[in-house]
């Protein structure tokens, strides 16, 4: 007897996305992160494949409300660079925090993700919002627990 293994399309894939509202509120921020990382990469479906943009949408709420264990919120730095000479910007998490919570949990997933092709499709499935309102109650999300 012949066993084969199928490769799943890109029009099931697409037919099968699914929406999921995720409330961050009192949640470690490591530990949604992974979670968010594994469902808009699809992981969490049993046709994934890594080659295919196979993932869901998630939209995070209260993402100004996150946890960030240990001594994290004075410590930990975001840090970018502008390309120019002595264009090192260093924020700490507290200050991220208030000006712009959103970006905290997207760099998080954003570092979950391989860098491939699929990531910038994976990344356009998270939709993250600071307080309780989001645009996306037509998609009727169902919750997503960790």
Known sequence: MRQTTTH???????????????????????????????????KHKPLWHPSLNCGDHVVVINADKVVLTGAKEANKEYITHTGYRGGLKVKAAGKMRTEKPEKMIELAVTGMI????????????????????????GQNPKPLTI
Do not use: C
């Open 8 to 42: 799943p399309k890109s029009k099931e894939m697409n037919a099968t996305e699914k929406w999921f509202i995720l409330d961050a509120e009192g949640k470690v921020l490591g530990q949604v992160a992974t979670k968010l990382a594994d469902v808009v990469r699809g």
């Open 114 to 137: 391989p860098r491939n092709r699929i990531r910038q499709f994976a990344l356009e499935k998270l939709h993250v919002y600071a307080g309780s309102e989001h645009p996306h109650n």
